[in-house]
T-cell receptor
Framework: AQSVAQPEDQVNVAEGNPLTVKCTYSVSGNPYLFWYVQYPNRGLQFLLKYITGDNLVKGSYGFEAEFNKSQTSFHLKKPSALVSDSALYFC????????????FGGGTRLMVKP | GAGVSQSPRYKVAKRGQDVALRCDPI?????LFWYQQALGQGPEFLTY????????KSGLPSDRFFAERPEGSVSTLKIQRTQQEDSAVYLC???????????FGQGTRLTVV
């Protein structure tokens, strides 16, 4: 069975600084990897995905993530954080060869301070 | 509408009451998913439909949970004899392709008292 770990419950960063939200996964076969963001009282919004190809994936709102197969990681990054980036971020995985559902991590709350 | 729509947004049920949660997916989306998100946790998979066929219901926590999508569009998640542990946000998602990520609705927050 697949699993996702987001080791940080909360990440604090100052506006304008780079941010990283960590994600590691465990899955049999090659993974499809996703990042979603959740704002208060709103549904999950898709940020980006890795299916195949270039390990560096660029997504919405200036976010990017790097797939590292040897470390089984898919960390979310942004070069310069905005206060409006403050939200709950979820990493998710799905094996490419079986199943249809996404397995989510527990989430990381990002706090960007002015 | 442009996105996945869920209703009601909030539901308070007395323990033992039956509830029905509705999901209107994005028009034309073949795949539909239900997830349960407990407070402070990530969403957990409940069930998956491809058109009207329920292909995976491995995540349903008990036989009190039942989902249907009779015409391959709108879906209903029904919970019978609700218990306090059923309190959560129930998220619906749809996708045009089962291999890709999904678009989520705002969810229904169920509180069982």
């Amino acid at each position: 069975a697949q699993s996702v770990a987001q080791p940080e419950d909360q990440v604090n960063v100052a506006e304008g600084n780079p941010l990283t939200v960590k994600c590691t996964y465990s899955v049999s076969g090659n993974p499809y990897l996703f990042w979603y963001v959740q704002y208060p009282n709103r549904g999950l919004q898709f940020l980006l995905k890795y299916i195949t190809g270039d390990n560096l994936v660029k997504g919405s709102y200036g976010f990017e993530a790097e797939f590292n197969k040897s470390q089984t990681s898919f960390h979310l990054k942004k070069p310069s954080a905005l206060v409006s980036d403050s939200a709950l971020y979820f990493c998710a995985v799905r094996p490419n060869n079986a199943g249809n559902m996404l397995t989510f991590g527990g989430g990381t709350r990002l706090m960007v301070k002015p | 509408g442009a996105g996945v729509s869920q209703s009601p947004r909030y539901k308070v049920a007395k323990r033992g009451q039956d509830v029905a949660l509705r999901c209107d997916p994005i028009s034309g989306h073949v795949s539909l998913f239900w997830y349960q998100q407990a407070l402070g946790q990530g969403p957990e998979f409940l069930t998956y439909f491809q058109n009207e066929a329920q292909l995976d219901k491995s995540g349903l926590p008990s036989d009190r949970f039942f989902a249907e999508r009779p015409e391959g569009s709108v879906s209903t998640l029904k919970i019978q004899r609700t218990q306090q542990e059923d309190s959560a946000v129930y998220l619906c998602a749809s996708s045009p392709d089962r291999a890709l990520g999904a678009f989520f609705g705002q969810g229904t927050r169920l509180t069982v008292v």
